[in-house]
Structures are given as C-alpha cells and as structure tokens.
C-alpha cells in the first residue's frame, strides 16, 4: 500500500508501534524508504499516535492536497496513556481496559479530519482468540468495536496453504518459498463485501502478481 501511494505522487507515513519495520524488506516491495516518513521521535501511547495524525492532517491541508498514507502498526502493541505510565512502575500497575475507550474517543476525532481530507488512515491488527467468549472458536482484536465501527473497509488475511515445491509431497518445508494467503473482505461500504480471494505471498518479495494472474 505505501508503495502504491509513492507510485502516484503521495506520502505514506508509517507509525511503527511494534518496532519490528524491516526497511529492507520494503525496499524489496518498492517502497522508496528514503521517501517513507518514519516518526524516530518517541510516540508511546493512543493518544500522542493520534496527535501525530491531527498534525499530519492539518499540514497537508495547509500547504497541498497532496494523497497521504497513514499506516497504524498496530492498534494492539500501543496502550493509552495512562496505562503506559503505569505500566513503567510495574506490571502490577498497568491495567489494561482503557484502550477500547481511547480508540473510540480518538477516532470520533480524528474521522471528520479524515475525511474532508486527502488522506487514508490503515489500522493494522492482529486477530486473537476470544477467550470469554461462550463460543467455541470466537474471535476478536481485543481494543473494542470502535475500529471497526468507523473502518470503510475491513480486510481478514490468514493463511491457508503453504506456496512453491511444498505443492509436491516428496519435498518438505524447506522447499516452501511463500504462503497462500486467503483475504476476506468483511466490511465495505464502497463496494459489495464478503468475497473472497487467495493470492500467493512469497518470502521476501511480497505477492506473487505473475502466479496470482495464473491462478486466475
């Protein structure tokens, strides 16, 4: 996504909550990391996250309608900001249930500055089992309903299937060279959602365009 926006003239600001950003992997997926805007200053909870955003907003609309690109890595490796001050006195004294709180707060913010704006805001996250659930098998992304209340469009990835020479049985998993990565298109209100597709990942150089058009 960053480099599809670099591609046609805009910005991709990446807000690296999980400090795990490989620049040479996305050198090798065509971004231009030299052209990523890549905060090093210290943005440790919800709320200062947001703030960057705001001012990102307000800048783009000031000097130039230029497209921007705002990735959020990720809603659950950031806590609000008084559980991260707690969390810095110990572990007994960080708690754990403001978060879905201040998602909902910030976003209800920041949405209408979104949206009278050039700029396109990806949150990322994990899905995790819902262990309170009565449900078996249950899932959720653990900050709240409000991400996906505000979201455009909300996208599943799992992976279903190994990709390469593990298709042969005689191989093992050293031969594997990818994943089959299934996306599932749960929200959208641009466009009918619930379908499905399947492209080929391959290790180190991101989706295999030429194999997924001959699948197709």
Not at 78 to 89: C, E, L, N, P, T
Not at 97 to 113: F, T
Request: aromatic share 8%.
């Amino acid at each position: 996504a960053c480099a599809e926006f670099q591609a046609q003239g805009g910005v991709a600001l990446y807000l690296d909550f999980e400090r795990k950003l490989d620049f040479s992997y996305a050198d090798a997926l065509d971004v231009d990391v030299d052209a990523l805007v890549y905060p090093r200053a210290k943005v440790d909870s919800i709320e200062a996250g947001f703030a960057v955003i705001e001012k990102v907003i307000a800048r783009v609309r000031d000097v130039a309608e230029v497209p921007v690109l705002i990735v959020w890595d990720s809603l659950q490796s950031v806590a609000a900001a008084s559980d991260a001050i707690g969390a810095k006195r110990g572990f007994e004294d960080s708690g754990y249930g403001n978060e879905a709180y201040q998602y909902s707060r910030c976003l209800r913010k920041i949405i209408p500055l979104i949206h009278d704006s050039r700029a396109l805001l990806m949150l990322i996250s994990q899905v995790r089992m819902d262990l309170g659930s009565p449900v078996s098998g249950a899932q959720t992304i653990g900050v709240g309903k409000a991400p996906l209340f505000y979201a455009t469009q909300c996208f599943i990835w799992k992976q279903v299937a190994g990709y390469g020479k593990l298709a042969s049985k005689i191989r093992g998993e050293a031969d594997r060279v990818g994943q089959v990565t299934e996306i599932e298109v749960r929200k959208n209100q641009v466009a009918p959602p619930f379908v499905k597709v399947q492209v080929p990942v391959v290790f180190g150089s991101g989706v295999d365009r030429a194999g997924s058009l001959l699948e197709a």
